[in-house]
């Protein structure tokens, strides 16, 4: 049993880390973005999302990005045998979420989040970062730091070097 949440605000490098991560411990990847929104960005109805996420978090394996719902983070944290909180200063993600619209306006974006075939606008993805810091990100800290208190492993990673590097370090596991 491997299940590996893989936490943090938007633009922070989430969904590629637990690409590879899944890829380097032969783990199905599962993106919350996939099931929490609609076309058009309109939020699934939480009845839809819980039901999804608790058939999710119930599979013996995964790497699970994304935020989600607040109230359902205690849950999958619980769930999860390893935490990996990508917490950045919020203007790296800014910077990186206007790299990434510049990127889905090119054309240019391999992957985009939740499967979606149209960005967000610039405001709403910029505002949402915003309001994921100041109205959510204490609260997650909080509740990551009660899992490593309780023996869980949890990594912290504060830079983007720090994200890069996780996975080759990854590599150099037994």
């Known amino acids: 049993m491997e299940r590996i949440a893989v936490i943090g605000n938007s633009s922070g490098g989430k ?67 390893l935490i990996v909180l990508i917490d950045l200063p919020l203007p790296v993600h800014l910077k990186l979420a206007a790299e990434r619209q510049l990127a889905w306006a090119a054309g240019t974006l391999e992957i985009p989040p939740a499967g979606a075939a149209k960005a967000p606008s610039n405001e709403a993805a910029l505002r949402n970062i915003r309001e994921i810091e100041r109205d959510w990100m204490v609260e997650i ?5 009660a899992q490593r208190a309780g023996g869980k492993e949890v990594h912290t990673l504060r830079s983007i070097e720090e994200v890069n590097a996780f996975v080759p370090a990854e590599l150099e596991k037994p």
């Open 15 to 81: 969904s590629t880390l637990s690409r590879r991560l899944a890829a380097r411990r032969g783990l199905p990847w599962i993106e919350i973005d996939r099931f929490l929104w609609r076309a058009g960005w309109e939020p699934a109805p939480r009845a839809d999302y819980e039901a999804e996420h608790a058939r999710v978090i119930a599979q013996d394996r995964w790497v699970m990005d994304g935020l989600g719902r607040l109230e359902s983070l205690p849950l999958r944290l619980a769930r999860g045998t």
């Open 141 to 145: 800290r909080e509740q990551v730091e």
